[in-house]
C-alpha cells in the first residue's frame, strides 16, 4: 500500500497534510495518534470509502498496481461506521455480503468466518438483539470474509471484553503473518503487535495539551 | 478474487433478493403505499364520483393517484440504508452502479405490486370505460421504468441530506414531470380510440436517457464528502 | 467601472426608448412595451441554466469548488429572472387573453423551469458540507438537464392536444418594425450584461463567504 502526499478537509478543517508511506505485507502497521488527528479518516481513505482532496493511494497487489475503482475487492474493513441490517441474522448479513462480491460458497464461507471470531453459537440470531461486543465481531468475520491481501481495522478492539481483546490480538498476529494489516488504534496492547507506525499529528480540534 | 463482469450482475441479485427479503421482514413500505394509494383513491373517487365520459379527467385522475403514491414511498430505499448507517457495508461488497440497479428494479417491482391493486380498483370506482389493455399495460410499463430510474437516481441524492424523505416529493416532481405528462397523455389516447404510438417512443426515450446518465452519474453519488 | 456605468446607461436608454421612440404593434396595443422585459427575463433563465448546468458538469468532472461557486450563483440569479419572467408573462397574458395563467406550452415551460430551479436550491440548502454539496447539486443539475429537452417536446404535445384552438402567439410576428428590433435586442443584450455583472458579483461573495468558513474552520477553538 502506497500513499503520496494525501491531504484531506473535514468541511474546513484539514486533517490530513500531505501524508506519504508506503507499506508492504505481510505484517502489522499501527496508526497511531491523538484523537481528531485523522486516524480514522486515514483509514476510510485508504479503504477507499472517502475520497481525497488531494493526493493519491495505490495498493499493488502481486506486484501490479490495482485501480482505486475496485479497491474494495481487495481490502477487508471494519470500523466502527460500519453497520449490518438489523432484521437480518449475522449469517445473513454475510451470507449476503459474500454473494454480493461474487465469492464461492458464501453460506459456508460466512459461517467459517463466524467461528473464526467466536459467533458460530451467535450466527443464527437478528443483528439487533446481538450486543455491541458481538457486533464488533461480526465486524471482524467480515473483514475477513476473502482473505483479503489488505485489512484495514479502525479500532478493532472497541466493545470487546478483554477475553475478547485476547482473541482480537491472536487474530492479528496470525493475520499479520499472512498479509498486511493496518490498525487504527490507540491502544497499547495492539499498538505492540505493529511492526511499524504511522504517527499522526495534531491538527484539527482537540488538542489534548 | 471474484472475476469482474459477473460479479456486477451476481452483486445487483443479490441486492435484488435482499431488499425483497428486507421488505418481506418489515413490510414496512409496501403497506404504507398500498394505504396511500387506496387513500387517494378512495378520496378521488369520493369527490367527483364515476367518470365514465371523461378520459381525460380519469387519465390524470389514475396517473396523479400513481404519481402520489410513488412519490410517498419510492425513496425508502435509499433513506432506509442512510438512517440504519449500511451504506458503508453496501459500498464494500458493490459497486454504485450495482447498488443502484439492484434497488431500482426493486422499486419497479413495488410500483408493479402497488399498480396491481390499484388500477383494478380504479377502474371499478370511477367507473371507467373499458381499456385497450395491451395499449395502458404497454403505457404503464414504459412509464413504470422511466419512473423507477428517475425516482431511484434522486432518492440516492436526497438520502444524503438533512431533509430526506421530505425533501423527495418537491425534488424529484421536475424531473417526473415528463413521465407524468407523456403518461397522462397516453392515457387518455387510448381511451378515445387515438394511437398512442408518440407517447410510448417518448417514455422509452426518457427511460433510456435517464438510465444512460445514471450510469455516469451514481459513480459520484457516495464519495462520502 | 467605466464598464458597469456604461451597462447602466446602456439598460435606462433603451428602456426610455421603449416607451417613447419604439412603436406599438398593433394587435398587442400597449402591452407591447411587456416583451421588452418579459422576452429578455426569459432569455437569461434559460441562459443561467445553462451555464449552471456546465458549471455543474465540470465541478463533476474536475472538483473545483470554483465551479460549484459559479452553479450556485447562476442558479439564484436564475431564479430570480425566471420570477421575473413568468409573472410579467401572466400580466400580459391576463391583458391579453383575459387570464393570468393557461398552461400554455411556454407558460408551462418557464413554470417547469421554476420548480427546477426551486428543487435545486431546495437540495442545495439542505446539505452542510461544501463538498457534499457542490458533488450532490451538480448530479441533480445532471439529472435535470436531461428531462429539459423532453419536457420541452412533450409540453406541446399534450397540451396542444388539449386546447384544439391554438393560442395564436403573436411573439413571432412582432419584430417587424426595425425600431421594434433595434429596441429589443438592445434590451436583450443589456439584461445579458445585467446578467453576467449580477453573477461576478454574487460569485465573488460565494468566494470570500467559502473562505471566511475555511478561517473560521481551521482556526482558534481550543
Known amino acids: 500500500m502506497e500513499a503520496r502526499a494525501l491531504t484531506h478537509r473535514y468541511g474546513h478543517r484539514p486533517v490530513l497534510d500531505q501524508l506519504s508511506f508506503a507499506f508492504q505485507g505481510p505484517g502489522v502497521v499501527a496508526v497511531r495518534g491523538p484523537n481528531g488527528s485523522g486516524k480514522s479518516t486515514l483509514i476510510r481513505v485508504l479503504a ?27 481490502i477487508g474493513y471494519a470500523g466502527p461506521d460500519l453497520s449490518f441490517y438489523p432484521e437480518f441474522t449475522a449469517l445473513e448479513n454475510l451470507t449476503f455480503a459474500a454473494e454480493a462480491r461474487g465469492l464461492a460458497r458464501p453460506a459456508e464461507r460466512s459461517r467459517e468466518r463466524l467461528e473464526k471470531v467466536g459467533l458460530a453459537a451467535r450466527g443464527g440470531e437478528r443483528v439487533h438483539a446481538l450486543s455491541s461486543g458481538m457486533a464488533q465481531r461480526l465486524r471482524l468475520a467480515f473483514a475477513l470474509l476473502d482473505d483479503p491481501p489488505l485489512l484495514l481495522l479502525d479500532e478493532p478492539g472497541n466493545h470487546l471484553d478483554d477475553e475478547g481483546r485476547q482473541a482480537l490480538a491472536t487474530l492479528i498476529r496470525e493475520e499479520g503473518t499472512r498479509r498486511l494489516v493496518m490498525i487504527a488504534t490507540n491502544d497499547e496492547r495492539e499498538g505492540a503487535l505493529a511492526g511499524q507506525r504511522v504517527e499522526l499529528g495534531t491538527r484539527g480540534l482537540g488538542d489534548p495539551a | ?91 464494500l461488497v458493490a459497486s454504485p452502479t450495482a447498488i443502484a440497479m ?47 430510474a428517475a425516482a431511484t437516481l434522486v432518492a440516492a441524492v436526497i438520502a444524503q441530506t438533512r431533509g430526506r424523505g421530505a425533501l423527495f416529493a418537491g425534488v424529484s416532481f421536475p424531473v417526473l414531470l415528463p413521465v407524468l405528462a407523456a403518461a397522462v397523455s397516453g392515457t387518455r389516447a387510448q381511451w378515445s380510440g387515438a394511437p398512442v404510438g408518440a407517447e410510448l417512443r417518448l417514455l422509452a426515450a426518457y427511460a433510456v436517457a435517464l438510465l444512460a446518465a445514471s450510469l455516469l452519474l451514481y459513480d459520484h453519488l457516495w464519495e462520502d464528502a | 467601472m467605466i464598464g458597469r456605468a456604461l451597462l447602466l446607461l446602456w439598460i435606462a436608454a433603451w428602456i426610455v426608448a421603449a416607451f417613447v421612440w419604439a412603436p406599438l404593434v398593433p394587435v398587442l396595443g400597449e402591452t407591447t412595451r411587456v416583451l421588452y422585459f418579459h422576452i429578455p427575463a426569459a432569455w437569461v433563465t434559460v441562459l443561467a441554466l445553462g451555464w449552471s448546468m456546465i458549471h455543474s458538469l465540470l465541478y463533476l468532472k474536475r472538483r473545483n469548488l470554483e465551479h460549484d461557486h459559479q452553479a450556485a450563483a447562476a442558479a439564484e440569479i436564475g431564479l430570480m429572472f425566471c420570477v421575473v419572467a413568468t409573472v410579467s408573462g401572466a400580466l400580459w397574458a391576463k391583458a391579453m387573453w383575459g387570464a393570468y395563467w393557461n398552461w400554455d406550452p411556454r407558460e408551462t415551460s418557464i413554470f417547469f423551469l421554476l420548480l427546477i430551479y426551486a428543487a435545486y436550491l431546495a437540495l442545495r440548502s439542505a446539505i452542510d458540507q461544501p463538498e457534499r454539496r457542490a458533488r450532490l447539486a451538480a448530479v441533480y443539475s445532471a439529472i435535470a438537464f436531461v428531462s429539459v429537452p423532453f419536457l420541452i417536446f412533450v409540453v406541446p404535445r399534450i397540451y396542444f392536444s388539449l ?48 473562505r471566511m468558513e475555511e478561517r473560521r474552520g481551521s482556526g482558534n477553538v481550543g
Open chain 2, 102 to 148: 439492484g434497488k431500482l428494479i426493486f422499486n419497479l417491482l413495488f410500483l408493479v405490486s402497488i399498480e396491481l391493486v390499484t388500477l383494478p380498483l380504479f377502474l371499478a370506482f370511477m367507473g371507467a370505460p373499458p381499456p385497450r389493455w395491451g395499449a395502458l399495460l404497454a403505457i404503464l410499463a414504459l412509464a413504470n421504468v422511466a419512473l423507477a
Open chain 3, 163 to 210: 386546447h384544439p384552438d391554438p393560442i395564436i402567439n403573436p411573439r413571432g410576428k412582432v419584430d417587424m418594425d426595425p425600431r421594434i428590433r433595434v429596441v429589443f435586442f438592445a434590451l436583450l443584450l443589456g439584461f445579458t450584461g445585467l446578467y453576467f455583472w449580477v453573477q461576478s458579483l454574487r460569485v465573488r461573495v460565494a468566494r470570500v463567504e467559502h
Open chain 1, 48 to 74: 477507499g470509502l472517502l475520497r481525497t482532496s488531494g493526493g493519491e493511494t495505490t495498493l499493488h497487489v502481486d506486484g501490479r498496481a490495482t485501480p482505486s475503482r475496485n479497491r474494495q475487492r481487495w
Open chain 2, 1 to 91: 478474487m471474484p472475476a469482474s463482469g459477473s460479479s456486477s450482475g451476481r452483486a445487483v441479485w443479490a441486492i435484488l433478493r435482499k431488499e425483497c427479503r428486507s421488505e418481506w421482514r418489515t413490510r414496512y413500505g409496501l403497506n404504507a403505499a398500498l394505504l396511500f394509494a387506496v387513500t387517494s383513491l378512495a378520496s378521488t373517487s369520493f369527490a367527483v364520483g364515476r367518470m365514465s365520459d371523461r378520459p381525460d379527467v380519469l387519465a390524470a385522475l389514475l396517473w396523479v393517484v400513481l404519481l402520489f403514491a410513488a412519490l410517498a414511498s419510492l425513496a425508502h430505499t435509499f433513506v432506509r440504508e442512510t438512517e440504519g448507517h449500511t451504506m458503508v457495508l453496501m459500498r
